[in-house]
T-cell receptor, first 115, second 112 residues
Framework: GAVVSQHPSWVICKSGTSVKIECRSL??????MFWYRQFPKQSLMLMAT?????????EQGVEKDKFLINHASLTLSTLTVTSAHPEDSSFYIC???????????FGEGSWLTVV | AQSVTQPDIHITVSEGASLELRCNYS??????LFWYVQSPGQGLQLLLK??????LVQGIKGFEAEFKRSQSSFNLRKPSVHWSDAAEYFC??????????FGKGTRLHILP
């Protein structure tokens, strides 16, 4: 079946550096990808909706200059956390969909730790 | 290993009928459990969550879910569905400082 791959699964970076997380649909074309963030003991927070070939739509309160989302192809969306701070440490997960109303698939998530 | 199973890929109910979506989990410790809904073109929306306490949890839009530890289940219910409830529903399990794992989802269809 369809698989969404997130890479890396775990990443540790130093404060002030940038880190990129990839979300890749392996056997289908994902016209829409969603990026979420989860804080411990909290539910997921939608960060942005990414449509291939267009700018991502960010949710209120999400800094678009800090969390750069690129959806340059139908199989890849990237989330770049720029100038990372320890409070950016979190679990980030993406989901992908091949079209409105079609099945949604989740990546396995990426743990980011900023030290 | 941690896992979440939603055994029903599709469910169809008539408008006004009751609904139960099944969710079973496998987790070594006391889990945190969530139900999310995703409507076409939208991101996930949290319906309800269970962390501790009363095992019957009330959520938004008239949904409720019951945590049954003995059955490792967290089924979602609604006494009377509306056409606007047609969507995809995801059960998820997580734990403090651990990652969240999603079920594969159940697509709910509503007959007029």
């Amino acid at each position: 079946g369809a698989v969404v791959s997130q890479h890396p699964s775990w990443v540790i970076c130093k404060s002030g550096t940038s880190v990129k997380i990839e979300c890749r649909s392996l056997d289908f074309q994902a016209t829409t990808m969603f990026w979420y963030r989860q804080f411990p003991k909290q539910s997921l927070m939608l960060m942005a909706t990414s449509n291939e070939g267009s700018k991502a739509t960010y949710e209120q309160g999400v800094e678009k200059d800090k969390f750069l989302i690129n959806h340059a192809s139908l199989t890849l969306s990237t989330l770049t956390v720029t100038s990372a701070h320890p409070e950016d440490s979190s679990f980030y997960i993406c989901s992908a969909q091949s079209g409105a109303g079609n099945t949604i698939y989740f990546g396995e998530g990426s743990w980011l730790t900023v030290v | 290993a941690q896992s979440v199973t939603q055994p029903d890929i599709h469910i169809t109910v008539s408008e006004g009928a009751s609904l139960e979506l099944r969710c079973n989990y496998s987790y070594g410790a006391t889990p945190y459990l969530f139900w999310y809904v995703q409507s076409p073109g939208q991101g996930l929306q949290l319906l309800l969550k269970y962390f501790s306490g009363d095992t019957l949890v009330q959520g938004i839009k008239g949904f409720e879910a019951e945590f049954k530890r003995s059955q490792s289940s967290f089924n979602l219910r609604k006494p009377s569905v509306h056409w606007s409830d047609a969507a995809e529903y995801f059960c998820a399990v997580g734990a403090r400082d651990d990652k969240i794992i999603f079920g594969k989802g159940t697509r709910l269809h509503i007959l007029p």
